[in-house]
Nanobody
Framework: QVQLVESGGGLVQAGGSLRLSCAAS????????MAWFRQAAGKERELVAA???????????YYADSMKPRFTISRDNAKNTLYLQMNSLKPEDTAIYYC?????????????????????WGQGTQLTVSS
């Protein structure tokens, strides 16, 4: 079992940058596929990015197409921490950002983008981007 706590959200102007962090408890953090989702008011929760161990003995990052140029997901297994670096922020990035974890792995795609794949969630952190 893993517990997740996000931090780093806040208010930022359009064009600015921010880094979110997700601290995970537990002894097997490195085994989990980790992901960032977001949910804007009145909208469904959507994938931002995921990072999964693959059969090639390395981690692979998946991104939502619209976010790949601006967002970077990374993890520090020694610190049990997941990060999301967000650059060139836009007002439409305003949302609650959630950290999620699953023991499933995704070597060649798969359903990493589905919230239902993840059994562990943080409480979320609010990001507001002003125009």
């Amino acid at each position: 079992q893993v517990q997740l706590v996000e931090s780093g959200g806040g208010l930022v102007q359009a064009g600015g940058s921010l880094r979110l962090s997700c601290a995970a408890s537990g002894h097997t953090f490195s085994s989990y596929t980790m992901a960032w989702f977001r949910q804007a008011a009145g909208k469904e929760r959507e994938l931002v990015a995921a990072i999964s161990w693959t059969a090639g003995n390395r981690y692979y990052a998946y991104y939502a197409d619209s976010m790949k140029p601006r967002f970077t997901i990374s993890r520090d297994n020694a610190k049990n921490t997941l990060y999301l670096q967000m650059n060139s922020l836009k007002p439409e990035d305003t949302a609650i950002y959630y950290c999620a974890a699953t023991l499933n792995t995704y070597s060649r795609g798969g359903s990493y983008y589905r919230p239902s794949e993840y059994g562990y969630w943080g409480q979320g952190t609010q990001l507001t981007v002003s125009s």
